[in-house]
């Protein structure tokens, strides 16, 4: 592990390792279930192939906390082009473990000769995307249109699955900036209350807004959370199919596009 990993393990409180035990993939399961809470037919990842991947040499981490018990956890395949695929990652949350583990897996990366790792998100979800983009450093290779289909757990809420598929160099450039001054550049999509508004803005860079909670606003509002789906989709999904780039993230939730 490298000193930078290292000590976001020491600043989690937690220790990070490979799991290669059939009670560990279960806790692992069990982890994941708490996070999730999916129908039993719609488990973020199967035991097997927990077990398959960690065999064939995929990636399957835990994060240990110093009484041992499992506070999170990442299963991910190889891919084409030396990339890891990281597929599901999990933990406690408030701790800087989710930090600790993305920190791992890159180390593990690097020392297997791979070049990237490669995961989605929800581009709705404003804390992942300014983690991954921010402090990360990752950058949204492609806009993928319900790539999952409707997924049948508490977070998801039967929402339509689109993902950013943000794509990670093992040995990054600098990070995404946060925009500092943002202010000026154009809005295409904004929030007004909990509605997104689509604005007949041009820029060379503009801004595409996300809801504050769109967690919360899927339980409280499904109709208004299906509208900022769409609309994202519409907005941001068709600037990056038409070749626009995600620059940055701002301070107040929205990716800055370099419009092509």
């Not at 001054?181 to 503009?206: H, K, N, Q």
């Not at 339980?219 to 208004?224: L, Q, T």
């Amino acid at each position: 592990m490298t000193r930078q990993s290292e000590e976001a393990a020491a600043k989690a409180g937690v220790t990070v390792r490979e799991l290669s035990a059939i009670h560990e993939f279960q806790e692992a399961g069990r982890l994941f279930d708490d996070i999730w809470h999916p129908d039993p037919s719609n488990v973020p990842v199967p035991l097997e192939l927990m077990a398959g991947f960690a065999h064939a040499g995929g990636y399957v981490a835990g994060a240990f906390d110093d009484g041992g018990r499992l506070v999170g956890a990442s299963v991910g395949f190889l891919a084409a082009e030396r990339t890891l695929h990281s597929h599901v990652t999990g933990t406690t949350p408030g701790r800087g473990i989710g930090y600790a583990l993305k920190l791992h897996q890159r180390d593990w990366c690097r020392e297997r000769g791979l070049e990237r790792v490669t995961w989605t998100f929800d581009p709705l979800v404003r804390r992942n995307a300014r983690f991954n983009l921010v402090k990360l450093g990752a950058r949204p290779g492609e806009y993928l249109e319900d790539f999952y289909g409707t997924m049948a757990d508490a977070i998801n809420e039967g929402d339509a699955s689109d993902r950013l598929l943000a794509v990670w160099p093992v040995d990054p450039d600098e990070p995404l900036a946060a925009l500092a001054g943002a202010e000026s550049l154009p809005v295409l999509l904004a929030g007004e209350g909990d509605r997104p508004l689509v604005r007949g803005t041009a820029g060379e860079v503009v801004l595409v807004a996300t809801p504050p909670d769109i967690e919360q606003l899927r339980r409280a509002d499904p109709a208004a959370a299906r509208e900022w789906r769409a609309a994202v989709r519409t907005v941001l999904g068709g600037l990056m199919g038409a070749g626009g780039e995600v620059i940055g993230f701002t301070d107040r939730g929205e990716y800055a596009v370099a419009v092509n």
